[in-house]
């Protein structure tokens, strides 16, 4: 089992910063697969960056089309931390952000999958006002 609980969220202008933490306790070690998603208000549950531990390819980090050269995604394996850093910031991006994670290193094509991922956080509000 692993638990997760998110931080960071809060309110923002336009073009400011946010960085979002995601605190693993229990079976921590075998989280292979961690990933931050959101979800606006009547829209579908999105990816937005996903860090994958894999014995074979090593570390690999994806991010959605929305988010890519805004967020990044990092891990701090003392801490058993994951974190996501979203510079840039512009009012679409204004959701609900969940941190999840499965103990399985997911090949690239579910990495975007909610349903590939077990365990989930009770999210953090992001909102961006223009």
């Known amino acids: 089992q692993v638990q997760l609980v998110e931080s960071g969220g809060g309110s923002v202008q336009a073009g400011g910063s946010l960085r979002l933490s995601c605190a693993a306790s229990?079976?921590?070690?075998?989280?292979?697969?961690m990933a931050w998603f959101r979800q606006a208000p009547g829209k579908e549950r999105e990816g937005v960056a996903v860090?994958?531990?894999?014995?074979?390819?090593?570390?690999?980090?994806a991010y959605g089309d929305s988010v890519k050269g805004r967020f990044t995604i990092s891990k701090d394996n003392a801490k058993n931390t994951l974190y996501l850093q979203m510079n840039s910031l512009v009012p679409e991006d204004t959701a609900m952000y969940y941190c999840?994670?499965?103990?399985?290193?997911?090949?690239?094509?579910?990495?975007?999958?909610?349903?590939?991922?077990?365990?989930w956080g009770q999210g953090t509000q992001v909102t961006v006002s223009s």
């Open positions: 229990g079976s921590t070690l075998y989280t292979y697969s």
């Open positions: 999840a994670a499965s103990t399985r290193a997911l090949a690239s094509g579910n990495w975007f999958d909610p349903s590939k991922f077990p365990y």
């Open positions: 860090r994958i531990a894999s014995a074979a390819y090593g570390i690999s980090v």
